[in-house]
């Protein structure tokens, strides 16, 4: 179906209001849903609102969560989100972060004892929108083995970076795995083979079969390199934050983990460049760097994807049908009248 | 020829007291060429030293350079390293990092207009030895393009990360390229193809000929990906530090740059754990992440490298004999005696 951002994000916001979270936090977690379907990202849109109202029923996790500061310096701050939803707690990390960084040129706040958050990407702009490189890291389930191994312990580790320069800022957001996990069940779906490097099979082989694949692991990207950079992101989030280890956090995709806590930890760190360059020419030489790419005929990584206040209210987004009358009927079930275009069907 | 690790470091440490180095830089760098062969990554080791010293003579670079505080704040600062060799800059800002990280919980220390550092896995050793997770990143001569461009705009863009874990510390130090540009040189000596993924001819396009990869670009690892960290590890040195991009950095392998100035630019960053860590029990956390990696049949990047520390002064070390040959002329050129082993030459 067709709809619009602004009604994307009351459905999600009303139908998580329902289901017991507070306004700020809903609102946060629908502008992470809708701005992701705007970017292009349904993966980690609308299409996720079911389960995580199927996991704060079954108790999985606590849509009453309320973001505490644990502890704290002038440049760092450890959050606990007290088992909710992460869209929110990243923001309010990213928002604090910015704020300290302002002040003293960089800091770090990390969130422990959070959920998933969606696209990593959308957390870098309370730190571009103070001037400030942006970079967020995250946990999540244990999908790749280390090279030549057989089980998994380390999750796709995501990175996200956010480097102000002109005319657009960069914004890089990348897993550490070769693929996301949908795409095999794509190819899986589709009945094509898929490439050598993207997974392995419930043993660690290689596989270039998709179902032996989704049974298996994810491969990291670049092999043993991308191995190393996952670890060290998975060292920076559950190994130091805490409180789970990748291989500790339910699996979204086991049903039988649907009240299993995660408690995945995120980490946000905010650069002043103004307080690490030499001469005060980083503006200049940035944005050099940017057209030195374009001339090259290359492309600045997330120059596409517009700042989530450029996203109007009635820009259109297209929904696959079931998944709108699945949201429709979910909806309904906790009270909540469809708003928007959604009050058609 | 054999050799032992006290011998590399005397004769290299004379050799550019000899040019003119100062006794602290010139010994640090003795140090970082010395551990190099020691950890197995001759590349970075004394092979450098007849370059190093041929740049001095040429003006390239400043044996007499002095490290200068150029700003700071209580959790950052900015060194210029007035043309000089980067590996005692490096771990001054290392140490200085430490410091920081220790009082603050977190600190970032830049270096601009400084030089080759040799292997960046050592200057994470400052940050460890104060129980910190400690980051470097540096920038040098552009050898990758984007992803369909037909000409480099970043370096290797090289990144090391030290993360405390019992038994070992994870020391992860690795270039954003496939290979190093050494690895295409051995296949073409060799006769052989290199894979595909490697590297690119002259226009961009992707080659398994090594003479074409030799006078072509080198590829980011895992494609558009390893480019994306590229670009952010540019941003992050080249780009917000300075003075030079990658683009405007002479090339060692071209001769007729041996008299201009590199300028590159490095970043250190030094996070305190128990500053992030929410509950605590991050070194319990951690110790079982590397469990967890071995269990799983993999490895802790870096658990191999002895800490410089327990390096040797008698631990053997074998120099090819043409390169100890060369090094002894140079020291006899220089008015210096070659010490321990070389004097038998």
Chains 1, 2 share one sequence.
Not at 67 to 76: G, K, P
Request: proline share 6%.
């Amino acid at each position: 179906m067709k709809t619009d951002v602004a009604s994307a994000r009351a459905l999600a916001s009303a139908m998580l209001r329902a289901a017991g979270m507070d306004a700020q936090p809903a609102a946060r977690t629908a502008w992470a849903l809708a701005s992701a379907e705007s970017w292009g990202r349904a993966s980690h849109g609308l299409l996720r609102l079911p389960y995580y109202l199927e996991r704060f029923s079954a108790g999985g996790s606590d849509p009453r969560a309320v973001l505490r500061l644990v502890r704290s310096t002038a440049v760092t701050a450890v959050l606990d989100g007290g088992n909710g939803l992460g869209h929110h707690h990243v923001f309010e990390a990213a928002t604090k972060a910015s704020a300290m960084a302002r002040e003293h040129g960089l800091a770090a706040v990390a969130v422990a004892n959070s959920g998933h958050c969606g696209v990593l990407g959308l957390y870098v702009e309370p730190m571009l929108d103070a001037g400030l490189v942006g970079i967020v890291l995250s946990t999540g389930p244990a999908v790749m083995p280390p090279p030549g191994g057989s089980s998994a312990v380390v999750s796709t580790s995501p990175i996200a970076a956010g480097i102000p320069m002109r005319p657009h800022a960069a914004v890089v957001d990348m897993a550490m795995s070769a693929v996301a996990r949908g795409r095999i069940a794509a190819s899986a779906a589709a009945g094509e083979e898929i490439p050598t490097g993207w997974a392995f099979d419930a043993d660690g082989v290689t596989t270039t079969d998709p179902r032996e694949a989704l049974a298996g692991l994810l491969a990291p990207f670049g092999g043993a390199k991308g191995f190393a950079l996952a670890l060290v992101v998975e060292s920076l989030t559950a190994g130091i934050v805490g409180p789970s280890l990748a291989t500790e956090i339910a699996d979204p995709l086991d049903g039988s983990a649907i009240a299993a806590p995660q408690r995945i930890a995120h980490l946000v760190l905010a650069l002043d460049p103004a307080c690490l360059d030499a001469d005060g020419a980083s503006g200049d030489r940035l944005e050099r760097l940017a057209a030195s790419v374009a001339a090259a005929g290359g492309r600045v990584p997330g120059a596409r994807n517009r700042h989530t206040s450029e996203i109007a209210d009635d820009d259109e987004l297209t929904i696959p049908d079931r998944l709108a009358s699945s949201l429709v009927a979910l909806a309904a079930s906790l009270g909540v009248d469809p708003p928007g275009s959604f009050a058609d069907r």
